[in-house]
């Protein structure tokens, strides 16, 4: 639309963000701006070079605007309403939701452990980019600072009526038992102050509180904790050592640096304290319109320094850029320790940059792949994640439907889910199928989680019918494709369709289907065989007169298997349950 017929009298010339919709009132571009009417303007007033940029100029039918106090917030919230509204001309951000965190609960005795989602009360640390990383560090810590891992309820008020056993964790040394008064709330939080410390990158000062402990254990003739100590002492030491340690002389700072190429920009971050760097993450961002390289380096700065939201009053940079941050100060080192700890930043973004490049063959043929499956499918989707559903069950018992996750044609374990079938008839295969899928999406909706873009069901057009009466009960029908894959002919079922759909057996399609319906089967056996024999082992416990359920978990969790504790000596089995029982057990299973 020509600038003349777009209202832009009523545009101030104020710091803030605006958007641009065409004329269905799509959403097209969100960018901010010191000056708004000046930049708004600027689009109309001149000829673009780029193709891309001309197209959305022509498009632009409406002009809407939002005011801020300073040019920082007005970046803030045009990374926030890209990420929310992805509107399609503006550079893709990924959202931190999907990276892990560690949080420590708020609650009597807190415990430790991943979390994806911001979900509950607590202090949360990350978010870590890889996974890897992160269930080292919990490794680590729960083999030194051991926390409890259980739900129990561990007020004091609680504690006070409780009667609670150690678990297998006390037995382990990953556990104290606070649940059964074997250790007290005040040593408790001072492990968890350790782990906050540690997680905080304050290695340095763990040890320091360590060592002074070593000395008043030795000094009270303590040996065994100090022995005790001097273990967690060594292990930190190794485990700081294997941090990357850039400069001892940098305390608390972030370092940022870039590599270009002809799309867009690889940024490399550091969050280094103490002389470490404690968080590192690399970003692509693909040019889209005419960002240049400032606006670009801008914009992942701010998304990477919102996830980790880390207190530095400093960041380092190659070229001090013109944005004000409140409370920050740019630094560009010149020379020395701080020269080379830049120079290792942007060596770093160069490395991904090109192992960037190399990865982009695969993923182009991955695209094709997915391209070709939603032309000979016949999809309104392209199929990037794609969820399968299979029953397992013998005659009707331990009933399981599995559900593998592919992502761009590959399968991702770690999104696998398994279903045990509880309210449906065990041996109608089309109620166990209702259900499953009814679960699934279900959940997914009331924890707003992505839908998948295609559902693969294992069977007919029984089990395709079924689950697609679930997916109508939660109105997510028309949202997804879902087909369904019968085992015989290796017919493809389609909603809608009358005629079963034949794929050449050689199609790339079909094989892909294949897999996918192999792993829900190989998943789904797994389970039902697992669920199976625990059915199996409970009932042989459950038919002896004093030993209840509580009893028959307790030794499966201590020795695994029946077999295992029959072979164990009798002191094990005392120790695991009592003497009382371990007497009933002995003449029930050894008779």
């Known amino acids: 639309m020509p600038i003349a017929e777009l209202n832009l009298k009523s545009i101030s010339n104020k710091p803030g963000v605006y958007r641009f919709y065409d004329a269905q009132d799509q959403l097209l571009y969100v960018g901010k701006a010191k000056n708004l009417v000046k930049r708004v303007r600027s689009y109309f007033s001149k000829t673009h070079d780029s193709a891309r940029l001309r197209l959305l100029v022509s498009k632009i039918h409406r002009v809407s605007t939002l005011e801020v106090a300073n040019e920082y917030e007005a970046l803030l919230l045009e990374n926030n309403l890209i990420k929310t509204l992805k509107p399609r001309y503006n550079v893709n951000l990924r959202d931190d939701k999907t990276y892990p965190w560690l949080i420590i609960t708020q609650e009597a005795f807190p415990r430790i452990f991943p979390i994806r989602r911001k979900t509950l009360k607590g202090e949360y640390f990350g978010p870590y980019a890889s996974v890897k990383h992160m269930y080292t560090v919990l490794d680590f810590i729960n083999r030194n600072f051991p926390l409890r891992s259980c739900k129990l309820d561990l007020s004091a008020k609680a504690l006070e009526h409780a009667k609670h056993r150690p678990c297998l964790d006390f037995h382990i040394g990953r556990c104290k038992a606070p649940c059964a008064l074997l250790q007290n709330e005040a040593a408790y939080l001072i492990s968890v102050q350790r782990i906050?410390?540690?997680?905080?990158?304050?290695?340095?000062?763990?040890?320091?509180?360590?060592?002074?402990?070593?000395?008043?254990?030795?000094?009270?003739l303590e040996f065994e904790r100090a022995q005790q100590i001097k273990q967690q002492v060594d292990a930190l030491a190794e485990f700081h050592n294997r941090s990357i340690v850039?400069?001892?002389s940098v305390k608390q700072v972030e370092v940022c640096h870039f590599a270009e190429d002809e799309q867009g920009m690889m940024l490399q971050y550091f969050y280094i304290d103490q002389g470490a760097i404690?968080?590192?993450q690399h970003l692509y961002l693909e040019r889209k319109l005419d960002e240049t390289r400032m606006e670009l380096f801008m914009l992942g700065l701010t998304e990477i320094r919102q996830r980790f939201n880390v207190?530095?009053?400093?960041?380092?940079?190659?070229?001090?850029?013109?944005?004000h941050i409140p409370n920050i100060r740019w630094y560009v080192p010149q020379k020395g320790e701080n020269l080379k700890v830049l120079e290792l930043c942007y060596q770093n973004a160069r490395k991904h940059l090109v192992e960037k490049h190399l990865n982009t063959k695969p993923?182009?043929?991955?695209?094709l792949l997915l391209q070709r499956m939603q032309h000979e499918l016949r999809l309104k989707n392209l199929p990037r994640r794609i969820e399968a559903f299979d029953n397992s069950h013998l005659q009707g018992t331990f009933t399981v439907s599995a559900m593998p996750v592919f992502i761009n044609g590959k399968p991702e374990p770690s999104a696998y889910r398994v279903f045990n079938i509880t309210s449906a008839a065990h041996a109608d295969d089309y109620a166990c199928m209702r259900e499953a899928v009814y679960r699934r999406y279900k959940r997914c909706l009331a924890e707003d989680q992505p839908l998948p873009d295609l559902i693969v069901i294992d069977g007919g057009k029984g089990q395709l019918q079924a689950a697609c009466e679930s997916l109508v009960a939660l109105d997510i029908f028309n949202r997804v494709d879902v087909?369904?894959?019968?085992?015989?002919?290796?017919?493809v079922f389609i909603p809608g369709i009358s005629e079963a759909l034949?794929?050449?057996?050689?199609s790339p399609v079909l094989k892909t289907l294949q897999h996918i319906r192999d792993e829900a089967h190989r998943f789904g056996l797994q389970h039902h065989r697992n669920r199976r024999s625990k059915a199996q082992y409970a009932s042989l416990l459950d038919n002896i007169a004093g030993i209840g359920p509580k009893t028959a978990d307790a030794i499966l969790i201590r020795f695994g298997s029946i077999e295992a504790f029959k072979v164990a000596p009798y002191e094990a089995w005392v120790s695991c349950v009592g003497k009382s029982k371990a007497a009933i057990l002995k003449i029930a299973l050894r008779q």
Not at 199 to 215: P, S
Not at 483 to 491: D, T
């Open 196 to 220: 906050r410390n540690l997680l905080k990158g304050k290695t340095a000062l763990v040890i320091k509180e360590l060592r002074l402990a070593l000395k008043q254990a030795t000094a009270s």
């Open 246 to 248: 850039v400069s001892t």
């Open 278 to 280: 404690i968080q590192a």
């Open 311 to 323: 207190p530095v009053k400093e960041i380092w940079v190659a070229a001090k850029p013109d944005q």
């Open 363 to 367: 993923k182009d043929e991955d695209s």
């Open 483 to 491: 087909l369904g894959l019968a085992k015989r002919l290796e017919e």
């Open 502 to 506: 034949y794929l050449n057996r050689r």
